[in-house]
C-alpha cells in the first residue's frame, strides 16, 4: 500500500505520454482535442483510446505544482437527497472554510462510472483534494486519481484496497456487532433488511456483518429472513410485512437502516403488533428521530461529524505538504440501546 507522502509527488500523466501511446505527435493530440474535425476519424479513435489507457486528463490542467491549484475540495456522495450525508458533508465544510477552502459536492446516484466523470471533471478544474464516499472505483477513477496527484479521502466504508487515505468505520464490523447484540439479548430469529446490494457497497458489506456474526454464533442463516429492498417509509412497512408471514416469525428484526427501521415501526402500531414484545427492531445510524419516537429505537450510532471534520484535517495538512502517517482511520461505532430490544 503507498504511503501518503508518496502520493503528493505523484507525475501527472501529460500529452507527451497519450502522442507516444497513440504513436502521432503532442501537435495532432492537441489538434484532436481542440479541432476533431481537422484530424481523421482513425487517427481521433487512435488518441481516444490513448487517453483512455493511460488516464489522461486534458490540459486545462497545465501544470501539476500546487500553486497552480484552486482553494476547492470536490466531494462525490452517492445521493444528495439523503439527509445521513448532512453532517459529514457540513463538518467537512466548515474545518474547511476556517483555512479559506470551499467545498464542491456532485452526486454520483450509486453509478461508480458516473463517479468516474466527476472525478475527472474535478480534476479539469484544478482542486486541491478530493473527498469520496464510495470505496469501490472504476479502474480509469483510480488512474486519474493516481495521476491528478491530489490527496484523496474515502469515508464511506474501511477498504481493502484505499485509493489514498480512509477515515471511516467498518459496516462489517457495525452489523457484526448489532447482531451479536440482539443474540445476546435473547432473541433466535433474527431478520435483516437492508438496502439492494449490487450498487451499494455499504448495503453488501453490512450483509456480510450480519452473515458472519450468525456463523460466529452458530445460528443457520436464514435466506427468507434475510431482505433487500428500495430506500424510504413505505419499503421499511414492505420488508416488515414479508417478513411477519415467515413461518414461524422472526422475533427481532435489523434494518441496516434508519429510514426503514422507521416505517416498519410506524407499521408495528398500524397492525398492533407490540415492540419489542412481539418483534423487537433496531437500526443502522441513529436519527435523531429514533429516540423521539414510541418505543425508542435501538440503533447503531456512526460519527459522521468526526468524520468530516478529521478527513477536512487531513486533506489539508496533505495540501499544506505535511504527512500525518495515516493511511487508514478508523473512528468506530456505538450500540445505543434503547426500548425497540
Known amino acids: 500500500m503507498p504511503r501518503s507522502n508518496e502520493r503528493s509527488g505523484a507525475q501527472r500523466v501529460r500529452m507527451t505520454d497519450v502522442a507516444r501511446r497513440a504513436e502521432v505527435s503532442p501537435m495532432t493530440v492537441s489538434r484532436a482535442l481542440r479541432e476533431p474535425d481537422k ?5 481521433r479513435r487512435k488518441i481516444l483510446e490513448a487517453i483512455e489507457a493511460v488516464g489522461y486528463v486534458p490540459n486545462r490542467l497545465a501544470g501539476s505544482l500546487a500553486s497552480n491549484r484552486s482553494n476547492v475540495v470536490g466531494l462525490i456522495v452517492p445521493s444528495i437527497k439523503n439527509s445521513l450525508f448532512a453532517e459529514t458533508i457540513q463538518a467537512t465544510a466548515g474545518a474547511l472554510a476556517e483555512a479559506s477552502f470551499h467545498l464542491l459536492i456532485a452526486e454520483s446516484g450509486h453509478d461508480i ?9 474535478f480534476v479539469e478544474q484544478r482542486v486541491s483534494g478530493i473527498v469520496l464516499h464510495n470505496t469501490t472505483h472504476t479502474e480509469r477513477a483510480r488512474a486519474l486519481v493516481r495521476n491528478a496527484g491530489v490527496p484523496v479521502i474515502e469515508t464511506g466504508d474501511l477498504s481493502r484496497d484505499p485509493l489514498d487515505i480512509v477515515v471511516s468505520y467498518s459496516n462489517f464490523e457495525a452489523a457484526k456487532a448489532m447482531t451479536r447484540y440482539l443474540f445476546r439479548r435473547g432473541y433466535r430469529r433474527i431478520g435483516f433488511v437492508s438496502l439492494e446490494t449490487g450498487s451499494n457497497d455499504r448495503a453488501s458489506e453490512r450483509r456480510r456483518g450480519y452473515l458472519s456474526a450468525l456463523e460466529s454464533l452458530e445460528v443457520e442463516a436464514e435466506p427468507l429472513l434475510i431482505r433487500t429492498t428500495p430506500p424510504g417509509l413505505a419499503a421499511g412497512r414492505g420488508a416488515l410485512l414479508e417478513l411477519m408471514k415467515v413461518s414461524p416469525r422472526p422475533d427481532a428484526i435489523f434494518f441496516a437502516g434508519d429510514v426503514l427501521a422507521i416505517g416498519a415501526a410506524f407499521e408495528c402500531q398500524r397492525q398492533g403488533w407490540r415492540v419489542p414484545q412481539d418483534l423487537a427492531i433496531a437500526s443502522f445510524d441513529d436519527l435523531d428521530i429514533l429516540q423521539h419516537m ?19 484535517t487531513i486533506l489539508l495538512q496533505r495540501i499544506q505538504g505535511l ?14 440501546q434503547r426500548e425497540s430490544t
Do not use: C, Q, W
Request: glycine letters at 6%; proline letters at 4%.
Open 323 to 336: 504527512d500525518s502517517g495515516i493511511v487508514e482511520k478508523d473512528l468506530g461505532f456505538d450500540i445505543v
Open 294 to 312: 414510541v418505543p425508542t429505537v435501538t440503533s447503531l450510532r456512526l460519527p459522521r461529524r468526526e468524520i468530516g471534520e478529521f478527513a477536512a
Open 39 to 43: 484530424v481523421s476519424a482513425e487517427t
Open 113 to 121: 462510472v458516473a463517479e468516474e466523470k466527476l472525478i475527472a471533471a
